[in-house]
């Protein structure tokens, strides 16, 4: 079993920038997820990365967030700039059973949230 826990969470303007971290207990091969949760909205798949850097990301986050991983510090990131109001949600790391994949159903094991709030 692997703990996940993020940090970095916070309340910016639109426009501004967050990075996430997230933390393993320890090396896996898992690959790695973000996802986020909005008041009365599913969990949705945010961006992947695979053990070889490979990404993947919601259309809706494409080209303003950035997922990397640092191995030797077993920690995930996720950079996030030009936040709009309605990237506001939970935002969680997960260990996904298959690489690159965005669906809920892949999750292996998730962290426990941290939140982000964008006013506009």
């Known amino acids: 079993q692997v703990q996940l826990v993020e940090s970095g969470g916070g309340s910016v303007q639109a426009g501004g920038s967050l990075r996430l971290s997230c933390a393993a207990s320890r090396y896996s091969r898992y690959c790695m997820g973000w996802f986020r949760q909005a008041p009365g909205k599913v969990r949705e798949g945010v961006a992947a990365?695979?053990?070889?850097?490979?990404?993947r990301y919601a259309d809706s986050v494409k080209g303003r967030f950035t997922i990397s991983q640092d191995n030797a510090k077993n920690t995930l990131y996720l950079q996030m700039n030009s936040l709009k109001p309605e990237d506001t949600a939970m935002y969680y790391c997960?260990?996904?059973?298959?690489?690159?994949?965005?669906?809920?159903?892949?999750?292996?094991?998730w962290g426990q949230g941290t939140q982000v709030t964008v006013s506009s």
């Open positions: 990365i695979d053990n070889d850097g490979s990404t």
């Open positions: 997960a260990a996904v059973r298959w690489c690159l994949q965005l669906g809920r159903e892949y999750v292996l094991y």
